[in-house]
T-cell receptor
């Protein structure tokens, strides 16, 4: 079974440009999460999808970030326009729908974003 | 809001020896879940071990075990018979019973030396 995949693995862009990150969750996982780790800080939650619906986007830093999950399969996270402080590693995770208890989140390899 | 603290930014251990990574957390909830994730250099983060707070028995996965002290809000990870492949960044994480977001500690970089 394929794990969570993310594309690209690395991205270097200039301030003001746009970047789109993609995440493909584990097949059959309804829950999809985005996290990020900026330099020297903890990994922070950004948002959570259940299928195609945004369940919680309380961690999104500002309106320059837009996440979508059309069709409830893969998700994209667009940063427009990118700023220097957006540099970091963006992780995606997925989990199965839970009826009884919280399911484990499985992480992708991350996208390393550098804004110059 | 929950917080997770890993007080050891870096640690090292000799191959075949035992090492313990510390993690403390703060929450007012009674039911929750705790995790240790491992991220080897240039590789993706994988789950090492998981503990449900309502279970008194400490979780164990082969060479990895936890010491879960609920009253003290402590969740340390013990790695026995350390192997070179255990070299990685280790993250402690908290998930509340009703929530969806993991709260992570700052990570501990573990180096296993031959």
């Amino acid at each position: 079974e394929a794990g969570v995949t993310q594309f690209p693995s690395h991205s270097v862009i200039e301030k003001g440009q746009t970047v789109t990150l993609r995440c493909d969750p584990i097949s059959g996982h309804d829950n999809l999460y985005w996290y990020r780790r900026v330099m020297g800080k903890e990994i922070k939650f950004l948002l959570h999808f259940v299928k195609e619906s945004k369940q919680d986007e309380s961690g999104m830093p500002n309106n320059r970030f837009l996440a979508e999950r059309t069709g409830g399969t893969y998700s994209t996270l667009k940063v427009q326009p990118a700023e220097l402080e957006d540099s970091g590693v963006y992780f995606c995770a997925s989990s199965q729908d839970h009826a009884i208890q919280q399911e484990t989140q499985y992480f992708g390899p991350g996208t390393r974003l550098l804004v110059l | 809001a929950q917080t997770v603290t890993q007080s050891q930014p870096e640690m090292s251990v000799q191959e075949a020896e035992t090492v313990t990574l510390s993690c403390t957390y703060d929450t007012s909830e009674n039911n929750y879940y705790l995790f240790w994730y491992k991220q080897p250099p240039s590789r993706q983060m994988i789950l090492v071990i998981r503990q449900e707070a309502y279970k008194q028995q400490n979780a164990t996965e082969n060479r990895f075990s936890v010491n879960f002290q609920k009253a003290a809000k402590s969740f340390s990870l013990k790695i026995s018979d350390s192997q070179l492949g255990d070299t990685a960044m280790y993250f402690c994480a908290f998930l509340n019973n009703a929530g969806n977001m993991l709260t992570f500690g700052g990570g501990t970089r573990l180096m296993v030396k031959p």
